[in-house]
């Protein structure tokens, strides 16, 4: 939250590095001439939004046989951390967990738009009615058409009653890749544009079940409140 967002996700990787080395957790490093520690983050954030669910997965070394209490590494990690970043959740994954990146199916953002209720319904409107939304995008020098209306799995309205702004709530899938909000927002006409983005959710979908990434099978299932001690 606040100034820290428009830090870049590799700035935010350096941040984590820091904060884990000055509270002196055990990690696990790589082999070789340049060892790096071993930590794997989750889906990047754009650049200038917030998040209430971002997820990083870190190996620790527990050889020494003592008990690693999450609780009190995670208010330590939290006071090494600058202003607008904390720690609200924390799981410890048995055997090897498959990446972030592959795991998370789909996220859920509070996309807070320019435009009025008119021009958002009439957006809504096309972009329900529509059965393939088809766009083009340059990958590694490559134009590369999508449909991406498969990976728009819900969408809905509501006004911030603070600022009036119109908020359109959206879940949108990551596999067999991330749809990012900005590219919905400008995928039809007429365009929408951000006026604030929010990552309010990441979910596992595994059968039937819609998972927080910490209560996957092997987790500790153990959720941390804002603000404990």
Known sequence: MGRI???SH?????????????ANVPMIYSEGFSPRPR???????????????????????DSNGLPFDLLEISDLLTSHLPEGIAINGAAIMEGKPPSLQQTVTS????????????????WLGRMNEMK???????????KITDDIKPLVHSLEKRTNEEDGKVVVTAELGT??????PSELLRSIQPCLSEYKLRRRKQIVQQGAARLDPL???????????????
């Open 5 to 7: 967002r428009f830090a």
């Open 10 to 22: 590799r700035d935010i990787a350096k941040v984590w590095e820091r904060a884990l080395r000055i």
């Open 39 to 61: 930590i794997s983050y989750g889906l990047a954030l754009p650049t200038g939004s917030e998040s209430d669910c971002e997820y990083i997965d870190v190996q620790v070394d």
């Open 107 to 122: 996220s859920v953002w509070d996309l807070t738009v320019n435009e009025d209720n008119v021009t958002v319904d009439l």
């Open 132 to 142: 393939e939304i088809v766009t083009v995008r340059e990958r590694k020098g490559k």
């Open 175 to 180: 596999q067999p890749r991330s749809l990012r």
């Open 215 to 229: 209560e996957v099978e092997g987790a500790t299932r153990m959720r941390i409140p804002i603000g404990a001690s």
